[in-house]
């Protein structure tokens, strides 16, 4: 009964009483479950899907409004936007293909239409952010599906390089704005990499890392815990440090299963309450 | 040895990745020792779920080629969250998400949970959980327990099936803490449920790993190239062990089929300037399929056509920091994807991609040809159809310091003003000033002769250098110069006996002679008449009948003398004595005049020898040839010079249109 009034308590305030480094939280109004947000990189729309990571939705964060860009399967994971945020790139598969199978497709915000992109290659799909004019290197990021390393390709070029040399069974790399380092998982810990792969991999913290900042110093990611390893019994946001190597706790609520932050231009973030399936926002306090 | 043979095969079989790709999720697992165990599980479970794991990938992999892969290999430093586990199967592309556990809190059996959290589309899930339960019940013989959507039983959902988008499903092989355990840790069992996930998989995946050895790795290269004008896409790979034929898949979808060797080339449906993509499966009598390893392989077909007709042109100039270059525009030639640019008939700047090229390294002045060679893939080139252009690099620096001087002098009998300059660096041509006035334009070389002057006159001259980026005047400023009179130009006389009525006489007459002022007649050898204006001169004086008489001319003026040019000649006198005088032969009388008094104080009288005379024009001009003086006479006879200084001047005076002129001298 007291945790039924506490938790009341704090949503109603719309703020938390536990040491957090974040504040100023707000749900954003929109009806259903959603996961995995990506938002655009002027923080105007986020990407967001469901369930088992199916389907794509486009979320107007003025509006609210939501719409659907794909109900397939595979589409949920790795979507990804251009710079210029006119255009989303996500992959997804028939029903009887294999998802190794999906294709590529970008969708135009401005004229609502979706395109088969066959000169995307799926693995390549979430580091790809729109062809840059005049451009003479357009580096992407990926995990090689033989070796479980992650390695890199300029799509210029068409030179590809293995960025983790070391053992391991690598997966979500993730490449930062300036296109230098590379935030990836072996296990259940977070490295970041120089993209040029001549470079060890520095152990930055533990969990899932689903956002650079603009200024590449800092990761946002999730840890999730569990009480006997079957479900999710916690998660938390964390703040990485990419110069001093250091991670702290961001949120701390036994209210919210916060998890896959995103990035809202240089000091705000918006993530997901994986009970509810809720859209949060909120200020960092970096 | 056994175990690199396997490690091998094992790298072998991995990178020959398949479409269907299966992650196996042997669950829990611990940190750096066996003590850290973050979700707090049996080691049976823990080291079970690992064991048969990985003898279920190894299953697949010594049977089938299917691309399998495993969230945790070791149990030591392995511990990943549900979440992340989510991450791998949806990262590594699973399409099947096999998650092994065992079960704790006393019982028998195993049991399958499979999530369809707000999932349209179930069966899939279900039909996954109830093949692996049927298999291990029948495999394992376990006793069935269960096979149902975990919230129904469990009253929350598997992390790792709700964060998968693969088919997935999660097993609970049997009891750690019941006589299930001691199957659990048999190796003999172990085998059991491996071999029964593998049958249960192969089951769902509608797949048979036949005894035919599936095709081995292979790469495949998409080469454009162009075929005479048609663009061709050149497919070749290696070849794949055990493989019988070859299909082409481009964009995406099969495009050809069995194809025997290892090329092929795509002509037809091919778009120059079109991205195409191509991927090649291997194949042979057995169900497996094996893709190039090298991915979908994107290129763009190559423009064929030969460059069509264009035209170029060059403009020399000045950058704006003042550095002449040339200025090449070409219009488009339709196909060309580049461009060659030849200066001088040389290669000078090669595979420029847009219309326009500026040659800054030229000098100014210097004379430059280009061409332009519009080219692509073809070895057709295209040079642009108005033939080679020439230009002149310019001169984009101010023009430079310069001097002027001028100086009067004849050339021949012709006076003028010699105007010459040194030359101004970078000046292109100059313009004349002529009494502050512009008097002649665009003049190129140093020197400029005004001959359109009046003797004795003084003139001023500037000077402006010029180009196209500015001008600057003469630094030495305004220089004069008066013009000089010249020499007494050639001329020739005759002498002609006449009468002058019944008085023998000879008659002179000569061309005029340039710049000359008056002449002197000499007879006989010596000075006979001076001053003589006009060209005629009737000599009646003491000439003799019969007598022969020799003639020069001399003209004069203030530059010197010049003799007339036919040398001395000669005219024997007639016998004018019986001539009569008709009305017809009325000589008109021959005008003299003389001046007097020649020195003078101030008054100089004129003698005329004919009275009637009136409208005497006159005009006095001082030795440098400036008219002093001018006015007409009517009935008077004389000049007031008292008001000239003291100088020696000359008269001039017009009567009746003939011209005298004489050197005075005024005290």
Redesign the interface.
Known sequence: MKRRLLILFALASNHFIFSQKIEKMNRVDVDG?YTNPIVSPDGKFTLVT?????GVYLLNLKTNEIIQIS?K??S???YSWDNNNEMVYFKQKE?KE??????VYSYSLNTRTTT?M??I???MLSSYHGKEKNATSQIVVY?N????KIEAKDLISKKSWVITSEEG?Y??ALLSPDGKKVAV?N??DIYVYDINGNGKGQKIGT??ATSWSADNQHLLG???????????TN?ELYLFDIKSLTSKKVSNTEVLLE?FPSFMGKDKVLFTDDKTGAIYTAQLKM | MKNIFKIVMAVLF??S?Q???IVIDP??GYGATTSDN????TATEIETALEVGLRTRTLIQNSCTW?V?????TNL????????RG??A??????RLLSI?CNAGGGTGTETFY?T?????TPPDVAFAQKIQTDMVSGGSWNNRRCVEDNSF?A????VL?????TGCLNEIGFVDSADATKLTSSTWRDAFALSYFNALKSDLNLTCATTPAPGIFTLTVTPECNGTTSRMALSWTTSANATAYDIYR??TLWDSNITTTSYTNTNGVVAGT???YSVKAKNTGATQTAN?N??V?VIALNCAVPGAFTMSVTPECSGTGTPRNKLTWTTSANATAYNVYRNGVLYASSLTGTTYTNTAVTSGTTYSYYVVAKNTTASQTTNSNGTQTVVALNCAVPGSFTISATAECSGTTSRVNLSWTASANATSYDVYRNGNLYASDVTGTQFLNTFITVGATYTYSMIAKNNIGTLANSNGTVSATAVVCAPGSFTATATATCSGTTSAINLTWTASANAISYDIYRNGNLYASDVTGTSFLNTYLITAGTTYTYYVKAKNAAGTLNNSNGTLSATATNCSGAKISEENNVKETITISFYPNPTDGILNLEINISEIQNIHYMIIDMNGRMIKEANLDTQRSINLSQLPSATYFVRVVVNGQEFVKQIVKK
């Open positions: 479950f469901g369930h088992h990571f199916k109900d399967d595979g949920g994971y790795g029903a294999y998802f190794s199978d999906s294709k088969f066959p000169e290659d799926i693995n995990t599906m033989n070796t479980l069974q997966y979500n998982h296990g259940s969990g899932i999730f840890l999730d815990s569990s009480e006997d390893g079957h479900n999710v998660s998890m | 991995t990178v990745m479409s269907q790709i669950g829990h973050p979700d707090g599980r691309t892969q495993m969230t945790r290999t430093n392995s511990w990943v969250s549900v979440t992340q991450q791998m949806n990262n590594w592309n699973a399409d556990h999530c959290q707000d999932d349209t589309n469990l929350y959902h598997l992390g709700r964060y998968s988008a693969a964009n995406g991205n195409y993509t390893s991915g979908i994107s």
